[in-house]
């Protein structure tokens, strides 16, 4: 029983269940007199219930600007960065930080996004790809982020990669060369949309407790 646990209030959602089969909510959890409840009313959109039933199918879709806009702040997940193929510095000259994450995560569709990545107590704009590189024809699904105006050596370091907005899909390209064209295309194309989406970057850093970076 909860009250044997010394619990002085419970807080919980307007159509929460539990027990068998779900027989006992809110209504049976107030009658009792052992600890205070605190129910949290329904906050909708477009009067639907916002819940993670709703955000993680955008999020698995790529459309992580409308979860953001249910959130109020941007999706994001965490991991340790890693040594990766090295191609972005040694072929590419654009160098990324590539990360290991905990398989729990629901991670966005493939593609190119403008997002944030945060280090210590400090966030960085930058452009995030998920993808297999089909360029270079990667066997592995690999996380990735090119951080702007910075240049530190981060490997071993936990960070986390915050998406803004998806801003293509993922493409095989015939060359070296061409893929480096569409990536620098890409690096502009998502510092607009962090100056656009500024406000999302605002609140997403003050919910994360960091350091707001210049545009």
């Not at 999706?75 to 960065?81: A, P």
């Given at each position: 029983m909860l009250y044997q646990m010394h619990i002085h209030s419970l807080i919980?959602?307007?159509d929460f269940r539990y027990a068998a089969k779900n027989t006992g909510n809110v209504q049976t959890l107030r009658e009792q007199s052992y600890f205070d409840v605190i129910v949290v009313d329904s906050i909708n959109?477009?009067?639907i219930k916002i819940s993670s039933s709703r955000i993680e199918p955008l999020i698995l879709q790529g459309q992580v600007l409308k979860a953001n806009r249910l959130c109020g702040f941007a999706?994001?997940?965490?991991?340790?960065?890693c040594h990766?193929?090295?191609r972005g510095s040694t072929i590419l000259g654009i160098?990324?930080?590539n990360l290991d994450v905990n398989n729990e995560y629901v991670v966005p569709v493939v593609g190119v996004y403008a997002g944030m990545v945060s280090v210590g107590d400090?966030?960085?704009g930058a452009m995030i790809n998920i993808g297999n590189n089909p360029t270079f024809e990667n066997k592995i699904q690999t996380i990735e982020a090119n951080l702007f105006n910075f240049n530190d050596d981060i490997y071993d370091q936990t960070v986390r990669f915050y998406f803004l907005d998806k801003i293509r899909d993922e493409k095989k390209f015939s060359s070296a060369k061409e893929l480096k064209t569409q990536l620098l295309n890409d690096i502009e194309r998502?510092?607009?949309?962090?100056?656009?989406?500024?406000?999302?970057?605002?609140k997403t850093c003050d919910v994360w407790q960091k350091q707001h970076f210049q545009f």
């Open positions: 919980c959602g307007f959109d477009r009067s999706y994001s997940i965490e991991g340790i960065v990766g193929f090295k160098p990324t930080a400090q966030m960085y998502s510092k607009k949309r962090l100056i656009a989406l500024e406000k999302l970057c605002n």
